[in-house]
Protein backbone atom coordinates (compact mmCIF):
# COMPACT_ATOMS: atom_id res chain seq x y z
CA UNK A 1 0.00 0.00 0.00
CA UNK A 2 1.32 3.60 -0.97
CA UNK A 3 1.60 6.23 1.02
CA UNK A 4 -1.75 8.38 -0.58
CA UNK A 5 -3.83 5.00 0.19
CA UNK A 6 -2.73 5.02 3.58
CA UNK A 7 -3.25 8.32 4.13
CA UNK A 8 -6.99 8.29 2.55
CA UNK A 9 -8.04 5.08 4.65
CA UNK A 10 -6.96 6.88 8.01
CA UNK A 11 -8.79 9.63 6.66
CA UNK A 12 -12.21 7.76 6.00
CA UNK A 13 -11.57 5.88 9.66
CA UNK A 14 -11.43 9.20 11.21
CA UNK A 15 -15.06 9.78 10.01
CA UNK A 16 -16.01 6.63 12.21
CA UNK A 17 -17.66 7.55 15.30
CA UNK A 18 -18.81 5.11 17.80
CA UNK A 19 -18.51 4.34 21.54
CA UNK A 20 -14.93 3.32 22.47
CA UNK A 21 -15.79 -0.46 23.73
CA UNK A 22 -17.36 -1.71 19.75
CA UNK A 23 -14.34 -0.59 17.83
CA UNK A 24 -11.26 -2.29 17.98
CA UNK A 25 -8.06 -2.11 17.00
CA UNK A 26 -4.52 -4.38 17.14
CA UNK A 27 -1.63 -3.40 16.11
CA UNK A 28 1.05 -6.54 15.37
CA UNK A 29 4.68 -5.38 15.47
CA UNK A 30 6.82 -7.20 12.44
CA UNK A 31 8.04 -10.28 13.60
CA UNK A 32 5.79 -10.59 16.64
CA UNK A 33 4.44 -13.89 17.01
CA UNK A 34 0.55 -13.85 15.80
CA UNK A 35 -0.30 -16.82 18.17
CA UNK A 36 0.82 -14.60 20.83
CA UNK A 37 -1.99 -12.12 19.71
CA UNK A 38 -4.38 -14.92 19.08
CA UNK A 39 -4.20 -16.09 22.51
CA UNK A 40 -4.82 -12.42 24.06
CA UNK A 41 -7.69 -11.82 21.68
CA UNK A 42 -9.20 -15.10 23.29
CA UNK A 43 -8.70 -14.03 26.70
CA UNK A 44 -10.26 -10.49 25.49
CA UNK A 45 -13.37 -12.91 24.51
CA UNK A 46 -13.81 -14.09 27.54
CA UNK A 47 -13.23 -11.11 29.37
CA UNK A 48 -16.41 -9.20 28.09
CA UNK A 49 -18.57 -11.71 29.60
CA UNK A 50 -18.33 -9.03 32.17
CA UNK A 51 -19.78 -5.97 29.97
CA UNK A 52 -23.32 -5.55 31.40
CA UNK A 53 -25.04 -4.56 28.38
CA UNK A 54 -26.07 -6.99 25.67
CA UNK A 55 -25.92 -5.13 22.81
CA UNK A 56 -22.51 -4.27 23.81
CA UNK A 57 -21.27 -7.28 24.66
CA UNK A 58 -22.68 -9.09 20.99
CA UNK A 59 -20.90 -5.95 19.34
CA UNK A 60 -17.53 -6.43 20.98
CA UNK A 61 -17.47 -10.43 20.82
CA UNK A 62 -18.36 -10.24 17.18
CA UNK A 63 -15.59 -7.69 16.20
CA UNK A 64 -13.12 -9.93 18.13
CA UNK A 65 -13.82 -12.70 16.17
CA UNK A 66 -13.31 -10.85 13.44
CA UNK A 67 -10.23 -10.16 14.17
CA UNK A 68 -9.08 -13.66 15.17
CA UNK A 69 -10.28 -14.66 11.48
CA UNK A 70 -8.67 -11.86 10.01
CA UNK A 71 -5.13 -12.53 12.04
CA UNK A 72 -5.37 -16.37 10.67
CA UNK A 73 -5.86 -15.21 7.29
CA UNK A 74 -2.32 -13.52 7.32
CA UNK A 75 -0.51 -16.00 9.41
CA UNK A 76 1.87 -17.20 7.07
CA UNK A 77 1.80 -14.13 4.99
CA UNK A 78 2.75 -11.28 7.82
CA UNK A 79 3.89 -8.41 6.55
CA UNK A 80 7.62 -7.51 7.83
CA UNK A 81 6.55 -3.69 8.83
CA UNK A 82 3.93 -5.04 11.08
CA UNK A 83 -0.08 -4.96 10.60
CA UNK A 84 -2.64 -3.09 11.87
CA UNK A 85 -6.50 -4.33 12.32
CA UNK A 86 -9.71 -2.95 12.77
CA UNK A 87 -12.94 -4.54 13.43
CA UNK A 88 -16.44 -3.43 14.82
CA UNK A 89 -20.18 -1.88 15.28
CA UNK A 90 -20.94 1.81 14.56
CA UNK A 91 -23.91 3.57 13.29
Same mark, same amino acid.
Given at each position: MNKQAMYEMLKELEK???SNTTLI? =? &?VAGGKDVGSVLSTLAKEK???QNIKSKTTRQEVQSALDQLRVSLQG =???NM? *? *?GLALFAG &?? =?
Amino acid at each position: MNKQAMYEMLKELEKVKASNTTLIS =V &YVAGGKDVGSVLSTLAKEKSLCQNIKSKTTRQEVQSALDQLRVSLQG =VMCNMP *A *AGLALFAG &YY =V
